[in-house]
């Protein structure tokens, strides 16, 4: 009787020394704010340098979550119908809707054309880069001012030859990774 007690509480006294090792190394470790700020600020570095090889590639797609008008007035679209697509030479602006049958099939206004004068300003310091472009395409020639953050973040404005300006805000993605859906261009 006395050799089962003894087996027992030593029995349980592994146990115990056992559980205080896990606790020990657990992974529950919280991060303190000044730790949270460095991993952030590493991470925003990271994307940083990749959206730098994708924007230099001119292989992209910035997929509008909402479009805004000079006022500031911002409506939700679809990402895979309101786009701005680049491929090397040649870009893509794209308005759509699910409701409408617009001049492109997909309920708005397709311009295909080719890139002309290249520019990405870069600012490591805040981490934002800033691109500038023209796209000539048959229905007009349209300057794009896009501004990109490491957050993935995005916005290009795009005026005309007309008085009007038009927004896209949203996020980028790589041209192999994009799911948009190109209508027929707008002649």
Not at 107 to 114: D, F, I, L, Q, R
């Amino acid at each position: 009787m006395k050799k089962i007690k003894i087996n027992v509480v030593g029995f349980f006294w592994i146990i115990f020394f056992c559980g205080i090792s896990l606790i020990a190394n657990s992974q529950d470790y919280k991060l303190t704010r000044q730790e949270k700020k460095e991993v952030r600020k590493a991470q925003m570095a990271s994307n940083y340098y990749i959206l730098d090889s994708l924007l230099n590639s001119k292989r992209f797609v910035l997929e509008a979550d909402y479009l805004q008008d000079k006022y500031s007035s911002r409506i939700p679209v679809n990402s895979t119908l309101n786009f701005i697509r680049l491929n090397g030479v040649t870009g893509v602006l794209q308005t759509g809707s699910n409701i409408n049958l617009g001049y492109n099939g997909v309920g708005g206004v397709t311009a295909e054309g080719t890139i002309n004068s290249w520019e990405i300003t870069k600012d490591p310091k805040r981490y934002v880069f800033t691109v500038r472009f023209s796209l000539l395409t048959n229905i007009g020639h349209y300057d794009v001012l896009m501004r990109v953050n490491s957050s993935n973040n995005a916005s290009a404005d795009i005026s005309g030859l007309g008085p009007g300006r038009l927004t896209w805000v949203g996020h980028l993605k790589a041209l192999n990774s994009s799911r948009v859906f190109k209508g027929q261009n707008t002649y």
